[in-house]
């Protein structure tokens, strides 16, 4: 089954159940089959054919839920751009999807570089029924960038088989229904709102909430707004909605769920605030949802789920030691199908029928996962191998703290020295010597910083991910 064949049957059960919804308002089922329908027949007019990738530069809306749907049913490639993109990194992605075609908004058509595709302006749509091809399953279906948060980013490419049963999985681990509205204010080219969203409310019938981005200060008006029940977090937007001030109406809303990365020491005081439960997972866009919080059962504190059946997932070290986690699909299509255009990189991180993740954790012998940080996350210092996470998660634990990034920084001892670079919050002090004495009394002697910088931002994605290289560019510049 693909993409478009599920939207079919959805439409054929529940015309009139809303499906989409953005600040713009509302489309059924029905509707966005038959939007759907009339844009892949445009799109097939103007030359777009089955097997080939098509660029998507667009802002979150409704409209760009249907490009992608449209694509998808002609049998073409989704590629959606990072609408945060310009200069090197714009021409890089391009360059590496190759694409034909590209539809783009209004106001970000003039980034598409004219050379390498031809631009689609506005959406061309027919009256006449839209061709239909039904690829077989293991067929590319889309492709998502990683985050590039430490260097040039890929191009996950993923199967039909992925889009669907992501969807699916997700939707079943965590007890999703028709009666929910799923709310998510991350951008349509990461997988948060691609497959964990809009195609797990497809799989079950229920409604997809679309936020233009994720805004501190507007979040739970948006929230309630669209009636949500269920939204994901992830990156440190967790952290800033709790750091805000408590409010009598925290508890106004219709949300009983919400999921996501990494699961904060506060977890239960966010849910005696808020009213309702936070569940942890454990993937990547590469290797799908591998793990879940069981929503039958007590969170085991310092985990991050359980490994779901879908999935073989080990540690690659002796037991009870910290490992790379290697993820193995037990369908066709679970993992992604390579990196696009960069053969060397995919045979890197698939080997042996594995999914190398590059991430660190350990596994429990009846399947509960701890994620212990990113391999090229850690900093040498000392001959130690420290986790930039842990220390983050013990700078972000003082009260003044809003969010933390951990680099390593050239050492004149040879190695790495630790550096933490610092947001407060709102109308909090803190100095250096207080927040190192904190480290200090909250860490081993060889986790403490060195160096503290306070920012008034972190430079970030737009799905809210640290870009750390951006920081260690910064330091070595002044350092210079």
Partial sequence: MILTEMLVA???????????????????????????????????????????????????????????????????????????????????????????????????????????????????????????????????????????????????????????????????????????????????????????????????????AIGVKFSASGFWDEVRRFDATVFNFMGATLTILWKQPARPGDRDHRVRLAWGVPMPAWQDEWERRFGFRLYEIYGLTDGGIVAYDPIDSPKRVGTC???????????????????????????????????????????????????????????TGDGYLTFAGRAKDSIRRRGENISAYEVEQVVEGHPSVLECAAIGVPSELSEEDVKVCVVLRPGHTLTADDLVAHCAANSAPFMVPRYVEFLPELPKTPTQKVEKFRLRQAHSARAA
Avoid at 356 to 363: E, K, S, V, Y
């Fill in 305 to 363: 789920g359980k490994v779901i059946p879908e999935f073989d997932v080990v540690v690659d070290a002796p037991p009870g030691e910290v490992g790379e986690i290697l993820i193995r699909g037990r369908e066709p299509g679970l993992v992604m199908t390579g990196y696009y255009g960069m053969p060397d990189a995919t045979a890197a991180v698939l080997r042996d029928g594995f999914l190398h993740t590059g991430d660190l954790g350990t596994l």
């Fill in 10 to 208: 959805q439409a054929n059960r529940t015309p009139d159940k809303v499906f989409v919804r953005t600040a713009e308002g509302d489309l059924t089922y029905a509707e966005v089959l038959a939007r759907t329908e009339h844009l892949a027949a445009g799109l097939a007019a103007a030359g777009v054919r089955s097997g080939e990738p098509v660029a998507v530069l667009m802002h979150n809306s409704a409209e760009a839920v249907l490009v992608w749907f449209a694509i998808n049913r002609l049998g073409a490639v989704h590629v959606p751009i990072n609408t945060a993109l310009v200069g090197a990194g714009l021409a890089h992605t391009f360059r590496t999807t190759g694409a034909s075609f590209t539809i783009a908004d209004d106001d970000l058509a003039h980034l598409v570089p004219q050379s390498d595709t031809t631009l689609l302006r506005g959406l061309p749509t027919l009256d006449e029924p839209s061709p239909v091809a039904v690829p077989p399953e293991l067929d590319p279906a889309i492709m998502l960038f990683t985050s590039g948060t430490t260097g040039v980013s890929k191009a996950c490419v993923l199967s039909h088989r992925y889009v669907v049963r992501q969807g699916q999985i997700h939707a079943h681990y965590l007890g999703l229904t028709a009666d929910d509205v799923l709310y998510c204010p991350f951008p349509l080219f990461h997988v948060d709102a691609v497959t964990l969203t809009v195609v797990a409310a497809l799989a079950v019938g229920a409604t997809a």
